[in-house]
């Protein structure tokens, strides 16, 4: 074993212990403060009154969804930036959240609110604008600059679009459409969690079984395919499994952006590793979305809703890493 | 009667899009020799490469490998056989030598099936065949660029296949390097490797090559030992350069040499 998969090995293993140290914090936290000796004995059923009602059933689902849908979305992002070598090349960039959106918006207007319609809509929405986007980039082969050029177009005409749908809306569906548009985790309890979280179990044994083909891929496609990969099949089938990951967590949430932008970039700078990895970038987003998710609860004077606080933390991020291209390409 | 050779193409056309490259081009790769493919820029010589590894498919005629139609054959199981150093390929970024050299493993993993021992082995062995085992742990981006080209030949030798397939190994290199790389693969052809490489410098071609296969305008116009067929009436004509074609004096092949008619004159 080499120096940099040592260091590898050793950051999972932090990033894993810091995950579940900060969930059984969150565990405590609330108008009910336990103290993680409390959380551990609600969680392996030592405590069963009171106590293990709000951990288990109150705020558990919040903190497991933090923990799940931040790693989808981290991982959705490392497979979509390692197609599109490019650190922009994530899907709430080209365009998949807001597709998602778009289709949550169309089944509020035409076929009534309520969570299935809201959810179903964006999981179709997000899956056809990522069909969408290949299909326009794709010539010869997808390329990666293209398909990011393509989905930053498609974004700002299907944010246009959504909108022009939110105006036309009744003003309390608007208000509710507009407030699952925000992105939240707070409103999810396990009867919702519990689907969305079983679809990503189904998705991850796919994911692992493309890793190999991903790492081939990142060597270009005539390596790849004089290795005897079946190099478009291969993106293709990356490409629905990180569009199918994104847009359950949006139909579940609503779009939480910039943790699939950011945290697989962080986790390869920490990593120092050979383009993503996807292991640690999982670990870092659930650690990400929990930590974030906990600001928008306690840390700020108003609660505000999950993916207003990671907008504003990946917005930092982005600038951070435009001023770093800057300077790389000077 | 001798066996036919393993690997050739059978009156392809060869085409990107509409843009046809090579019309009913047939072309022998003869087992367990040192091919290089010359010609002018754009002639077809890389497609011809690349038509040969299984990545463009031709639009008409076939590639055949062991007798068979390379198309019908499963990509891994013809990854086995034909290795492949492409024109550009992409160091993923911080990644170690060993690494890399072991990403060219893939046609011999499956998800179910993979030999742990199998694959330390050939990666042992093909950065011990290319002088690269003392980078290991060295990172490929901060290689200089005859190690990084050794890193790359390396990678396709750990494919472990008996033919392999290398798209203008030495360009980008300086002319030790050129020299080193090309003495590499002719010890690895001497051990028993087919080799088909496409090159740009005629006498270097005419140095190492075994067989030559000069292209022009998508037509394989000769093939055959470079002594026997490296002629200036041949180079004038495919390369429209005229040219002095004599014995080298450090190995006896022919030594091309360009005459600038107008400055000069003849020189004979």
Redesign the interface.
């Known amino acids: 074993m080499?120096?940099?998969?040592r260091r590898r090995a050793a950051l999972q293993l932090a990033l894993g212990l810091a995950g579940l140290g900060l969930a059984v914090i969150a565990l405590g936290l609330g108008d009910y403060p336990l103290t993680p000796a409390q959380v551990l004995a609600a969680l392996t059923g030592q405590e069963t009154g009171f106590a293990h009602t709000v951990v288990v059933d109150w705020r558990a689902p919040r903190v497991a969804v933090a923990l799940v849908f931040g790693a989808a979305l981290a991982v959705s992002g490392a497979l979509f930036q390692s197609l599109t070598?490019n650190p922009l090349g994530s899907p709430d960039v080209i365009g998949l959240s807001t597709g998602s959106y778009t289709g949550a918006l169309v089944a509020v207007a035409w076929l009534g609110s309520g969570r299935l319609a809201t959810g179903g809509g964006a999981l179709i929405g997000g899956l056809v604008t990522a069909g969408l986007v290949y299909a326009l980039a794709r010539r010869?082969g997808a390329q990666g600059f293209r398909l990011i050029v393509v989905g930053i177009g498609v974004t700002a005409m299907l944010h246009a679009f959504n909108l022009f749908l939110l105006m036309r809306l009744r003003e309390e569906v608007a208000m509710t459409a507009a407030i699952w548009g925000a992105g939240s985790i707070g409103l999810i309890g396990w009867d919702q969690a519990g689907p969305a979280i079983v679809a990503l179990a189904l998705i991850a044994p796919l994911v692992v079984?493309c890793a190999?083909g991903l790492?081939?891929l990142?060597?270009?496609d005539?390596?790849a395919?004089?290795?005897?990969?079946?190099v478009e099949p291969t993106r293709l089938a990356i490409l629905a499994l990180g569009a199918g990951l994104t847009a359950i967590v949006t139909a579940s949430a609503g779009p939480i952006a910039f943790i699939s932008l950011a945290a697989p970039q962080i986790a390869?700078r920490l990593t120092?590793?050979?383009?993503t990895p996807l292991l640690a970038s999982a670990l870092l987003g659930g650690l990400g979305l929990l930590a974030a998710d906990l600001v928008a609860q306690f840390a700020l004077p108003v609660a505000a809703p999950t993916g207003a606080v990671t907008v504003v933390l990946g917005g930092a991020y982005l600038v951070d890493l435009m001023i770093r291209e800057a300077r790389r390409l000077r | 009667m001798r066996p036919a050779e393993r690997l050739r193409a059978e009156a392809v056309t060869l085409a990107?899009?509409r843009r046809v490259v090579a019309e009913n081009l047939t072309a022998v790769v003869p087992d367990g020799g040192f091919t290089v493919i010359v010609g002018p820029n754009a002639c077809g010589k890389s497609t011809l490469l690349?038509a040969l590894?299984?990545?463009l498919p031709p639009r008409a005629g076939q590639v055949v490998l062991d007798g068979r139609s390379i198309a019908s054959q499963?990509?891994?199981?013809?990854?086995?056989q034909?290795?492949?150093?492409?024109?550009?390929?992409?160091?993923?970024?911080?990644?170690?030598v060993?690494?890399?050299v072991a990403?060219?493993r893939?046609?011999h993993?499956s998800?179910l099936r993979r030999s742990l021992e199998r694959d330390r082995t050939a990666v042992a062995r093909a950065m011990a065949a290319t002088g690269v085992s003392d980078l290991?742990?060295q990172?490929v981006d901060e290689l200089s660029g005859g190690q990084r080209q050794r890193v790359w030949i390396a990678?396709?030798l750990a494919?472990d296949t008996e033919i392999i397939?290398l798209d203008e190994p030495t360009t980008f290199l300086d002319i030790a390097h050129q020299v080193e790389v090309l003495e590499l693969l002719a010890r690895l052809n001497r051990q028993g490797k087919t080799v088909v490489a496409v090159l740009h410098d005629l006498n270097q071609a005419a140095r190492y090559a075994s067989h030559l296969i000069v292209m022009a305008d998508g037509q394989q116009v000769a093939c055959g030992p470079p002594a026997a067929i490296l002629t200036e009436d041949l180079i004038s004509r495919v390369f429209g350069l005229p040219c002095l074609v004599m014995p080298d004096p450090v190995t006896g092949a022919p030594l091309v040499i360009p005459r600038s008619a107008e400055r000069l004159g003849p020189i004979a």
Not at chain 1, 2 to 5: D, I, P, S, V
Not at chain 1, 225 to 230: E, F, M, N, V
């Open positions: 080499n120096r940099l998969r070598r010869d079984a190999p790492r081939q990142e060597l270009g005539d390596a395919g004089g290795h005897g990969l079946k390869q120092r590793s050979a383009a | 990107y899009g690349r590894a299984r990545l499963p990509t891994k199981a013809v990854a086995r034909i290795g492949l150093l492409p024109q550009s390929s992409i160091a993923p970024p911080g990644i170690a060993e690494d890399l990403r060219g893939y046609p993993q998800l290991a742990e990172v990678m396709a494919q397939l």
